[in-house]
């Protein structure tokens, strides 16, 4: 066994035992209803064990980590599946710092998820390991992405934490607008969850079941003469093509629910790399999130966050509003150090300059302003408690869109980064 297909298999073991971990913290929140012992026994003693369980799996994600290193030669952190498979590390990492200080169950039963969906999400990415394009071959690869994804870790967990306060506190019985439109957002952020679910479900679905389309899409591009050259690509999906890209004639496609031909064609101004076949994944993970949605809604017969709420009960509001600030606050000066300082400085390296305003460099700077005004806000201006967890919750969207949504939209120098 090679130490490739060794690392597999570790990382196969870290998504178990996360898995598993989340699981007994979600024993230890919901079983204390029910235990011979005093709840608060029950939910320390399943808490614990949840813990060790989370540490196990870190420990097979580290093992994960440096066989690949040792198979790669190299730092595994240069393209989407590395990368987010060593956030998801990360993640899991600063959960457990945070879990040490706090010793909140009921942050694993949230905080745990967002390590494995991200886990998952790694996994529908090609996984096999190839030569650094020569902009990335530099150590400061290494100190740029592993600082850069501490921090994005961080605010993972100040998400989490953000997410439990506004479960904990909204009203899911509203008589006002202000209190309907709260139960409305947080509803939108339980549908953005179920999506990323969604999203790795459908992936893995199609991709088991072998399903294959093919396009011909012809691209236009200015050479550095001023000359329009033509060049004509093959793309293939792994999923029904309802979006085809752009300017393109398909070639073959394996009918699906009777459905013979694309529905659209992705807008010409979506010219980030291979951007037909990831808005045409966004369609399916929106479609896939509204099915789970509706049949939860009528299994529920209630809002979602109301049928989560109950399992709050007896979590201080405050305790998960200083949970959330605390992880935040950790994970801004190292994001800023990674996200932006060492960032700068490997781009001078790379590319003879120290800012350009491609996509991935502004949208790192727009996180950073944005976590930035979230201290502000809360330091000067007192903004704590459901103002602070929205912006939390917001935050972390914006880390996702940065990470995920530019290489969509936008081409840049970061765009191998979406391949």
Known sequence: MNLETTSSWFLMAAFVLYCAAFIGFVLAVTGRRWAD????????????VSFGISAAGFGAHL????????????????NMFEFMTFLAMMTTAAFLIIYALYRSPVLGAFAMPVGFVLLAYAAVFPQEISPLIPALQSHWLMIHVTTAAAGEA???????????????VV???????????????????????????????????FK???????????????????????????????????????NSEMVRMTPFLGMKEPLFETPSWMNGVN???????????????AIMYAA?????????????????????????????????????????????????????????????????ETWAFITWLFYTIYLHLRLSRGWLG??????????????????????????????????
Request: net charge positive; glycine share 10%; aromatic share 14%.
């Open 37 to 48: 012992r005093s709840p608060e026994q029950h939910q320390r003693k399943w808490g614990w």
């Open 296 to 360: 939860l809604r009528l299994i529920l017969r209630k809002p979602i966050g109301a049928a989560i709420q109950p399992a709050l009960d007896g979590m201080d509001p405050e305790d998960l509003d200083e949970i959330s600030y605390r992880a935040i606050a950790i994970g801004f000066p190292v994001f800023s150090l990674g996200g932006l300082v060492f960032a700068m400085i490997w781009a001078h390296k790379a590319w003879g300059r120290f800012w350009g305003w491609d996509p991935k």
């Open 171 to 205: 009203n899911f019985k509203p008589t006002t607008s202000g209190g309907r439109a709260q139960v409305f957002f947080v509803e939108l952020t339980i549908f953005t969850v179920l999506a990323i679910v969604g999203f790795v479900g459908t992936v893995f679905t």
């Open 275 to 289: 951007a037909g076949r990831k808005l045409n994944t966004v369609v399916w993970s929106l479609l896939t999130a």
């Open 386 to 419: 459901r103002r602070s967890a929205w912006m939390a919750v917001i935050g972390f969207v914006v880390v996702m869109f940065t990470l995920v949504g530019v290489n969509l939209v936008i081409a840049g120098l970061h765009s191998y980064a979406g391949v």
């Open 208 to 246: 088991g079941a072998g399903y294959e389309a093919v396009f011909l899409q012809e691209k236009s591009s200015v050479d550095q003469k001023g000359q329009l050259t033509t060049t004509e690509e093959t793309v293939t999906y792994t999923m029904p093509p309802i979006v085809k890209p752009y």
């Open 154 to 168: 961080f605010f993972a967990v100040g998400f989490a934490a953000g997410l439990m306060y506004l479960l904990r």
């Open 63 to 78: 093992a994960f980590f440096f066989t690949r290193w040792a198979a790669a030669g190299r730092i595994p952190t240069s």
